[in-house]
């Protein structure tokens, strides 16, 4: 509920695309794992929650991708398409990675190890699917339809400026004492 309370709030329109790709990908990861018959255990959930978090940050990559690309002056139909185009490097390297983990997590892991992994690795390709398939078909219906004519995020962290090193000694004595 935070995570879409978020997505909708800082994305508006493209958050509803994004927990729409979110939903279905939730859809077809239940379907799968119905489907090759795998019971759901607590750790096949928990690679379902890190799959729904991995879907969001698939769509946020791109969203910022998009909104760097209309920074450059672009048309929002170039820009979407530039913005996918570019975010999938990003995302396939993070997914690849994360689905290499996967394999050997279930070929070396027992029991919960190897339904984390399956629903893991199923997530990660059904994510891959909804991020660059599903979100991309969404947003260009939107465009044709004219339901989209502008795109609109939020920005907490535009023109920022933090002093993190002057901060470095009070952070450094404050993680001492923690520790």
């Known amino acids: 509920a935070l995570m879409l309370g978020f997505i909708l709030a800082y994305y508006r329109l493209a ?12 859809l077809l990861i239940l379907g799968v794992v119905v489907l090759i018959r795998a019971t759901l255990t607590l750790p096949g959930l928990a690679g379902l929650v890190l799959t729904m978090g991995m879907a969001i940050d698939a769509n946020i990559l791109i969203y910022e991708r ?4 209309i920074g450059r002056e ?14 999938i490097v990003t995302i396939l390297d993070a997914n ?9 997590l279930y070929n070396f892991g027992v029991g919960p190890i190897r339904g984390f ?13 909804t991020a ?12 044709e339809r004219g339901k989209l004519t502008e795109f609109k995020a939020g920005s907490l962290f535009q023109n920022t ?6 901060l470095s000694r009070k952070a450094l004595m404050l993680s001492s004492a923690i520790i």
């Open 132 to 143: 660059f398939f599903v979100s991309r078909l969404m947003f260009h219906f939107l465009l």
């Open 161 to 166: 400026s933090f002093d993190f090193m002057g």
């Open 96 to 104: 690849l990675t994360t689905f290499i983990a996967g394999i050997v």
């Open 74 to 87: 672009k048309e929002l139909l170039q820009a979407c398409r530039t913005g996918f185009d570019r975010a």
């Open 15 to 26: 958050g509803m695309v994004a927990f729409a790709a979110l939903a279905l990908n939730i």
């Open 66 to 69: 998009i909104r760097e690309e």
């Open 117 to 129: 992994a399956v629903t893991l690795m199923i997530g990660i390709a059904t994510t891959l699917f």
